[in-house]
C-alpha cells in the first residue's frame, strides 16, 4: 500500500480519537489538508471517522433589542399596565403608543396579545384581562447562545415560537473526530519502515538530481474526488453548435434574418394564400401599431401579387401584406435569400438556424417560441432524390438510425414530405419537419428566373428534447442546474 506524506504525518499521530484541530496542530497542516488526508485513509480503511453536529441560537439584531425592551407585547402591556386602563379603543392604543414612542407594529401585536390570551375584544374596545409574563419572555436571554441539542421541552417551545418570530438566527458547527482502526493501528507498527514517496518532482529536485533513487507513490484511481462542475454550454447550444458544423462540412453557407418580419415575406413570398388558416391570429403573433420599412416590396409586390392572383384565384391585398409579425418559420430567410442570388452564383446552399414563434397552447411537445433549422440548394441540376439524401444524411449525422418520409403538403413546395425518425424507446415513429421542392410561384418572383429549390425546416427542441430523453419539451428551458451538471457534455 503507497502513502502520501501528509497520511504518514498523521498515522504516525493518530492514537485514540482525537479532533481534527488538535490533529492539525501536532502535524502542522492547515485543517482542510489534514481532512483531506483524513478521508484517503478512510478510503484505505486505516481511519475512523465520527462527526458531531452542534446547532446553536443566537439574538439577532431585533432580538437583542427585545431583550432589553421586552417583545412588542409585553412593551404594550407594561404601558397599558402603567396607566391603569382595562379597556380601550385601537384609535387611543395607537394615540397612546405614538405619545409614548414605542416602535411596534400595532396591528401584529395585537394578533399576538390576542394569541396568548392577554386580551379580549367587545364591540371593537379592547379589554386587557391578563398581564402574567409568559415563557417565551422569560427564556428570550436564556437561549441566547444556547446548543439546541440541551433545550428543555420549555425551552424548545419557547424557541419554536421566538424563531417563527424572526427574531433568532441559528448557526451549526460541526467537529470532526478521527481514530486508527485496527489495521490503521497495524500499519502504525511498521509505520518506521514506510519511506517518504515522492507524488510531485519540482523543479529543484530536478536541478539537485534529489529524486534519484527516491520511491515515487502510485496514483489510486480508487480515490473518491469530489466532482467538477466547469462552465459549459447549455445541451440546446451544444447541439445548434453540432447542426451548424454538420451543415458547414457539407458545404453550406449560414445566413441569419429577423426574428419581426412582415407578412409579406413570412408568407405572400412564400405562395401562402392571404386566408389560409396559418394567418389567424390564433396561429400567428400579429404586432400592434408597429411600423417599418418593407425591404424589397416595390420591387416584388408586382410579381408577387400575380403568382397569388392566378394561381389561387384571388384578389390579392397589398394592406395584408403589410402587417407585421413575430416570424412564424425561418423560410422567410430563404425568402430574401433567394432576392441576392445571380444565375452565376448558383449552385447555391445555405442554412439559418434561429428562433420562430407561434402562437401555440403549451404543453409536453409545444412551445411558443421555439429553434428551427431551415437549408436550401439552389441549383439546376439539383433535384428530389438529392433533398432526400441529404436530409438522410443530416439525421444519421445527429444518431438517428431509421429515417422514413411520408407525403406532406405546403403551399410553398411541391413535391413535399415529413420526415420521420424511429424511436426504438416508445417503438414509433415521430415527425420532425417538412421539406420539398419550392414552388415555381415562389422562385420565379424572388429569383427572377426557375430553378429547383430544394427546401426544408426541421424543429430543432424537438430533437433536442430526443437526444436528451426528454419527455416534455418545457424541460429544456428549466434552469435545473443538477439536471444542466449532469446532462451536459460539453
Given at each position: 500500500m503507497d502513502f502520501h506524506p501528509n497520511e504518514i504525518k498523521i498515522l504516525k499521530i493518530l492514537g485514540g480519537k482525537q479532533d481534527i484541530k488538535e490533529i492539525s496542530e501536532r502535524a502542522?497542516?492547515?485543517?482542510?489538508?489534514?481532512?483531506?488526508?483524513?478521508?484517503?485513509?478512510?478510503?484505505?480503511?486505516?481511519?475512523?471517522?465520527?462527526?458531531?453536529?452542534?446547532?446553536?441560537?443566537?439574538?439577532?439584531?431585533?432580538?437583542?433589542?427585545?431583550?432589553?425592551?421586552?417583545?412588542?407585547?409585553?412593551?404594550?402591556?407594561?404601558?397599558?399596565?402603567?396607566?391603569?386602563?382595562?379597556?380601550?379603543?385601537?384609535?387611543?392604543?395607537?394615540?397612546?403608543?405614538?405619545?409614548?414612542?414605542?416602535?411596534?407594529?400595532?396591528n401584529l401585536t395585537i394578533g399576538w396579545l390576542r394569541k396568548k390570551k392577554h386580551i379580549t375584544f367587545k364591540d371593537k374596545v379592547i379589554i386587557f384581562s391578563d398581564f402574567a409574563v409568559r415563557d417565551d419572555e422569560i427564556l428570550l436571554k436564556c437561549l441566547d447562545g444556547k446548543d439546541l441539542n440541551t433545550l428543555s421541552d420549555p425551552e424548545r417551545k419557547s424557541y419554536e415560537i421566538l424563531n417563527g418570530r424572526k427574531i433568532l438566527n441559528n448557526k451549526e458547527t460541526k467537529e470532526i473526530f478521527a481514530s486508527l482502526t485496527d489495521e490503521g493501528r497495524k500499519i502504525k507498527e511498521n509505520i518506521a519502515e514506510l519511506k517518504e514517496q515522492i507524488s510531485q518532482l519540482t523543479p529543484e529536485m530536478i536541478a539537485k538530481k534529489s529524486w534519484t533513487g527516491a520511491e515515487f507513490r502510485k496514483y489510486d484511481v480508487n480515490v473518491f474526488v469530489e466532482p467538477q462542475y466547469p462552465a459549459k454550454f447549455h445541451p440546446l447550444t451544444n447541439l445548434i453548435n453540432?447542426?451548424?458544423?454538420?451543415?458547414?462540412?457539407?458545404?453550406?453557407?449560414?445566413?441569419?434574418?429577423?426574428?419581426?418580419?412582415?407578412?409579406?415575406?413570412?408568407?405572400?413570398?412564400?405562395?401562402?394564400?392571404?386566408?389560409?388558416?396559418?394567418?389567424?391570429?390564433?396561429?400567428?403573433?400579429?404586432?400592434?401599431?408597429f411600423k417599418g420599412e418593407i425591404y424589397g416590396f416595390e420591387k416584388f409586390k408586382g410579381a408577387i401579387k400575380e403568382a397569388h392572383e392566378k394561381g389561387w384565384k384571388y384578389k390579392w391585398n397589398e394592406e395584408e401584406a403589410?402587417?407585421?409579425?413575430?416570424?412564424?418559420?425561418?423560410?422567410?430567410?430563404?425568402?430574401?435569400?433567394?432576392?441576392?442570388?445571380?444565375?452565376?452564383?448558383?449552385?447555391?446552399?445555405?442554412?439559418?438556424?434561429?428562433?420562430?414563434?407561434?402562437?401555440?397552447t403549451i404543453d409536453f411537445k409545444h412551445l411558443p417560441e421555439f429553434y428551427q433549422v431551415e437549408g436550401i440548394i439552389v441549383g439546376e441540376d439539383v433535384n428530389f432524390r438529392n433533398l432526400l439524401g441529404i436530409l438522410k444524411n443530416f439525421y444519421n449525422s445527429l444518431g438517428f438510425e431509421k429515417i422514413r418520409f411520408r407525403p406532406g403538403y405546403f403551399p410553398y413546395t411541391e413535391m413535399?414530405?415529413?420526415?420521420?425518425?424511429?424511436?426504438?424507446?416508445?417503438?414509433?415513429?415521430?415527425?420532425?419537419?417538412?421539406?420539398?421542392?419550392?414552388?415555381?410561384?415562389?422562385?420565379?418572383?424572388?429569383l427572377g428566373f426557375e430553378c429547383p429549390v430544394l427546401a426544408w425546416g426541421l424543429g430543432l427542441d424537438r430533437i433536442a428534447a430526443l437526444r436528451l430523453n426528454l419527455s416534455d419539451i418545457r424541460d429544456l428551458y428549466i434552469s435545473d442546474i443538477d439536471w444542466l451538471r449532469k446532462n451536459n457534455k460539453g
Open positions: 502542522n497542516l492547515n485543517i482542510d489538508t489534514v481532512a483531506r488526508t483524513i478521508d484517503w485513509l478512510k478510503t484505505k480503511n486505516l481511519v475512523n471517522v465520527e462527526e458531531k453536529v452542534q446547532k446553536f441560537v443566537f439574538l439577532n439584531d431585533e432580538g437583542k433589542d427585545y431583550l432589553n425592551s421586552g417583545l412588542p407585547e409585553r412593551q404594550i402591556l407594561n404601558l397599558i399596565k402603567a396607566k391603569n386602563i382595562s379597556e380601550i379603543g385601537l384609535d387611543d392604543l395607537n394615540k397612546i403608543i405614538n405619545e409614548n414612542n414605542l416602535k411596534v407594529n400595532v453540432n447542426i451548424r458544423q454538420i451543415f458547414m462540412e457539407l458545404g453550406f453557407k449560414e445566413m441569419q434574418g429577423n426574428l419581426i418580419e412582415p407578412t409579406f415575406w413570412d408568407f405572400d413570398a412564400l405562395f401562402q394564400p392571404q386566408d389560409h388558416p396559418a394567418r389567424d391570429m390564433q396561429d400567428t403573433f400579429y404586432l400592434k401599431n403589410k402587417k407585421f409579425i413575430l416570424r412564424t418559420h425561418t423560410t422567410a430567410v430563404s425568402a430574401h435569400y433567394l432576392t441576392t442570388l445571380k444565375k452565376h452564383d448558383l449552385p447555391a446552399k445555405i442554412f439559418t438556424i434561429g428562433k420562430v414563434f407561434r402562437n401555440e413535399s414530405v415529413e420526415p420521420e425518425i424511429y424511436l426504438e424507446s416508445k417503438g414509433q415513429w415521430m415527425e420532425l419537419g417538412g421539406a420539398g421542392i419550392f414552388r415555381p410561384e415562389v422562385v420565379k418572383p424572388l
